[in-house]
């Protein structure tokens, strides 16, 4: 048993990206379609239609969705009057009042269309009935009057939205909607670590490019944690990462500074030259380990566990480590073959290295971008991956929480 | 005389994003459109097919839209092999390459599909023979050696962007190539300013939102000479904008800074307290005008022409001025007029005020926002005009630029 | 049993900052000072001199004391040669190496101060005698050759910061080196925790200021629980905090959205309007939580616990709710009520409220700040507490382990 | 003549910062100082006093000094009353209001100091005197009532700024009031220019540290005519700043687009390829210059007048060019040898370039930190220049100013 209702687009609706919202709508919400028409404008000034059934397993399913068509620009194909109710009281709303969009608004009443004036968004529309002649506009809760007859449900109304300009020119850009939903953080940690358990049950490789800022801001722990239970198979990184990891290590500090206590005791600031220094007179980073000068931390883990680990090094480097392959060419193609075996990149803090690996993903790599910054997180989510997710907090919060996620 | 082609897309091609971005493309570049076959998928998981003729008025105006549809994952319709073309150095790519994008990508040769290797963005593909069999891969252009068989032109490519997931879960959004094309700050200021000088050669009216960093900065006496030259028919602002651009004309300091030499003199900071005080005791700021208090600036240009404005009250307030409207309500009911009778808003550094005309606005109003702070432009853009531009720089720039395009 | 050494400081030191710096960093550490003799330079051009004794309870405590005020300008009284200790291989520094601050500096080699050449932040001193002559340069990591012979400890070493220009002119600013010490995010979270719970054991008051970031983000069941426990006896929020607040408990959505499930059921999006309708109806916050309309949450603790709220209004609000302040004149009343009686102000991802409240603290009231915008996080910082920490992280996260450390 | 007053300074003066401001304000005021009398505290919990002669040349030099030693917490060595103006109106001070800082403060009334209730910033002081009892607070512009005593001039007021912890714990610092002056941006410039200028004339050297958006944005043709005329003496930039650059040469785009006309020409996309791989083909940006394929621009200045430019590779880039240095070492022995030859270092939207050119300088060059992103430019001062200048703004805008102002 299911229901379904039937609606109509019309207009540009192609490159409008009204077509393609309908789809993605009556998708996201659980449902199905049946194109039943469909007429494409063949050339650019002439208008298409879609006349489209919607199918729901029930009411509660239906429901959402034709809300959505709705605010879209889709109209029932069968249209009916709106339903007007009466305000209960001043500055109060009816149950299930229609709540508009910015977009032109026809409603409804009589049999016939009418234009609601002073379209503004999230507000109420009440129409009123002066002798023959009707009106409708939009009220804001503030402006509510008891009596006022207040549209409600989705019937009768019809939403206009802009369609692209036939020509472009001059500066303004054709702005589609987006609901850009923020999410709740540890929410949305929540589902982060379920993609990396998923892609890890499917067989899949986890590559985590990691800034410095996760060690500095105490997420080196969490991070080691991942890399030892195979939850991360490897680490690109630069020079400082490994670094600040190892001088941990060695002697609790970042950058001089116990991550702990946060004192700095004394001469901290040389830990980190210190640290190059000693990896360089062992010979290197897995040497380090051997000699037991290193005993853990996400560079630790990555040798007793054997994951593959680059580090890149850059014009900001100290020392640097033997590891660290200081051509950029060379630390290319070494970024190039980890980016082709992944199927899960975790970006974390690192503008420069997530750029330099992002430059190698085929788009179809899943993406997770994670900086405080909210410009880096855009721009590497521009960069091309089809299936990305970005997020703006703290990596200091968040490694430790992801960890805690995965493995407990 | 015209010149056409034509292609064929296929798949999920609506929901994708593809036919919008088809059709986009072709309106962009100057071209037609003749759809000669369209199939739309009618259920969920049925595919569609579109067989479109592209039509431009020379092979100059044709190549570009056959190129760009390509990339976006559309066919020739008549496809023919691959051109091959020997590299003619080490690292030198031949004439017309052809550049990759990071999707999924075929290229024919001897009448075969044969899939690229490690697809990677912006790389060229080089073909290998070895005997019967042909392979395909990416290279950079450091990889290239002398005699590489380089793919050129567009012939003969195949391009598959990634398809919207059919069942969305998880965190992952559906990204779609956004070009986000940056642009000279300059070149883009004169575009806005004619944006202006057409809305008002049409009858428009233009609404300036502003915060008081334009006076702080030294776009005081810009935007002032805007409002009196007519191309600025109304101000949005808060209490505090409206002090700063009267201590300026009172004491030539803005919160005690002499904005010419950028001295503090003496007692500087009382003068914000004084302009206060000072336009209190006139009864409001048409006074203070009026007897000679106020002789320049915004606001003093406002009074003398006649121009609207509303300063809407705030918590940070001090004072406030007799003529700010301290109660919320009532001021987001005067904003409420300016903004419906506005066909183009230029909001300046204002987040708090940008957003409240913002909420009032129907999408069809142009809106230009210019600030400092990438995340305050995205959100203003984000709120639903559909013809939008928005432009991250420095309104003590940008201001002074903008008066001297529409005014000299 | 103490121990103890001298130190000179000369020069314009009280201008320059370095005598403040030099008290600081004797406090700071542990240790105790006896000025010996200070004469101070008693006009603008004449210098002043400073001969101090650090005392401290054992070396280990001094030595971190002495080497800070060496890099900070102070000279030992009594000064030695510098200790010269052969690198033991190349890119590797011997035990206790001295590393550079970028300040000119002098080595003492044979009773003689020799110029340190091509002065460089954290690099080594590399002392070349040849014959008579005795030369002294910086060398980094990888410039360091075995046998070089490398300044180790801090004898002998006199550093000079550069100090205040007489005249200050120009656009330049006269720079002291601030130690900006990020700290790992759990761990400073810590130390909040325990300044709030000290705060409460001595019968202070913790006033919040909270944005509406803090539900939105899924911070609310943590500031609620505060509320009840009693950490937090007083909020300062607008209207948006407190309706997102009620509609997370009236219909377990934020502007719609669930915001454990994320997902948006039918009609979300009018969730807000309704909550804001339904406390218009019962009569206001109070009301809808005795009439069991609000059964959780931040305000719903408000209520049950007899806290204080004051919720200002704004321009960008819906409804408003009829607790909500809408005169911006007598909002500022309240919250200078509010900001009187606090002894620590917790604010939370609110520039607006901050502000505002921030406006009407002495500077003796402690101000903790939390922001993920660095730029909100230092405005607030600089208006003026002198008792205040900033922490540029998600108050998503942050609220639920600030909650996790106060409560469990 | 001149003329003089005595202040005194009592209590932790010299860790709080407050002799250091005291100092400050004189010269920066444009005074000279007698120190008359010091007692420094000789150990961590005795308090220094300090009485001090201000002397200027007249008393409107004076008086400002006056004022801000006073709002920093020193008082005059003979006290007298305050003097109480009543206030001539409702919501208005009388002229010379005293303003208040935000610290605890006293005001002198019949003899006896008298304690100024709830503090607040930014307000007026009325006494109350009811019989024999004295009263005082502050109040805000809209609480005072005509005929209030308000407090004027300075006179009869103590500040007393809080000092300075003796034990420092917990999360909280030490703040002290920072006035960070905001400037008008295109004053700013100015006086930038004449830094430059007077580097210049001094026979100095000018080094530019570029990224890419100085290119993109449009401000390469202003760059390249201050390296043709001599301002700018050395580039330190990346691959992709000179690819850009010479792009914007050969096809007159960046990354493809014009940027006259901002379109996007045919095959756009490509000339950044094509670019690196031209000017491989003729051996290298010299050669490129040689024969003609390179006619304008940065890179062909430099070339063109024998500037010295360094390029430093990184993982990011394209190609790279021949003279791109892609060893991470060698590109850092190449910066170094620019930075330490440089007298004024310029740094353009670069936050990489900049930081490796910043920890090569020593404390003493100056230099000047232009970037759109507030981190930025707070990252790159806090390096330690003793002698530096941020600006946040748009180097598309900030370039051709700069230009402007020092060629035309």
């Known amino acids: 048993m299911t229901v379904s209702d039937v609606v ?10 009204l077509m393609e919202r309908a789809f993605t709508v009556v998708m996201d919400l659980g449902g199905e379609f049946d194109i039943e028409e469909f007429r494409v404008g063949t050339s650019k000034d002439k208008e298409s239609y879609c006349r ?15 809300h959505e068509l709705h605010q879209s620009g889709a109209t029932l194909a069968a249209p009916t009057d709106a339903t007007l109710t009466p305000a209960p009281d001043d500055n109060v709303v009816p149950d299930g009042f229609y709540s508009t969009t910015n977009h032109p608004t026809d409603v409804r009443v009589d049999g016939d269309w009418v234009g609601v004036d002073n379209i503004e968004m999230d507000c109420a529309i009440v129409v009123d009935r002066d002798g023959d002649s009707v009106s409708a506009e939009t009220k804001v809760l503030n402006g509510i009057e008891a ?24 500066p303004f850009g054709f702005m589609r909607g987006g609901v850009s939903a923020e999410r709740p953080s540890a929410s949305l940690i929540r589902d982060i670590a379920e993609a990396i358990a998923e892609t890890k049950a499917q067989g899949g490789r986890v590559l985590c490019v990691a800034g410095p800022a ?21 680490i690109s990184a630069g020079n400082g990462f490994a670094v600040h990891d190892m001088e941990r290590s060695m002697y609790g500090t970042s950058l001089g500074m116990d991550v702990e206590t ?5 001469k901290g600031h040389k830990h980190h030259i210190y640290t190059i220094s000693e990896v360089i007179r062992a010979g290197g980073i897995e040497d380090a380990v051997d000699e037991g000068l290193i005993t853990e931390g996400v560079m630790y883990e990555c040798v007793d566990n054997d994951r593959d680990f680059v580090l890149a090094g850059s014009i900001r480097d100290d020392g640097p480590l033997p590891d660290t392959i200081t051509d950029a060419v060379e630390a290319q193609n070494a970024i190039r073959d980890q980016a082709r075996d992944a199927d899960l990149v975790l970006m974390l803090s690192s503008l420069l290295h997530s ?5 190698c993903l085929p788009s179809t790599t899943r993406t997770v971008c994670v900086d405080i910054n909210p410009a880096t997180v855009t721009q590497l989510l521009d960069r091309g991956s089809a299936q990305a997710v970005g997020m703006v907090t703290d990596v200091g919060t968040f490694v430790p929480m992801l960890a805690e996620e995965l493995l407990e």
């Open 8 to 17: 109509e687009l019309e207009g540009h609706i192609i490159d409008s990206g």
């Open 52 to 66: 489209m059934r919607v199918i729901a397993d029930d009411e509660a399913t239906l429901h959402p969705i034709l």
């Open 147 to 170: 009596g006022d007859l207040v549209v409600t449900g989705d019937a009768g109304i019809r939403v206009k939205p802009p369609e692209r300009p036939r020509d472009s020119s001059g």
């Open 214 to 234: 996760v060690i500095h801001s105490g997420g080196g722990p969490g991070l080691a944690r991942l890399v030892r239970e195979g939850y991360v198979d490897a």
């Open 262 to 266: 946060m004192e700095h005791p004394r």
């Open 355 to 359: 750029v330099a690996v992002g430059n």
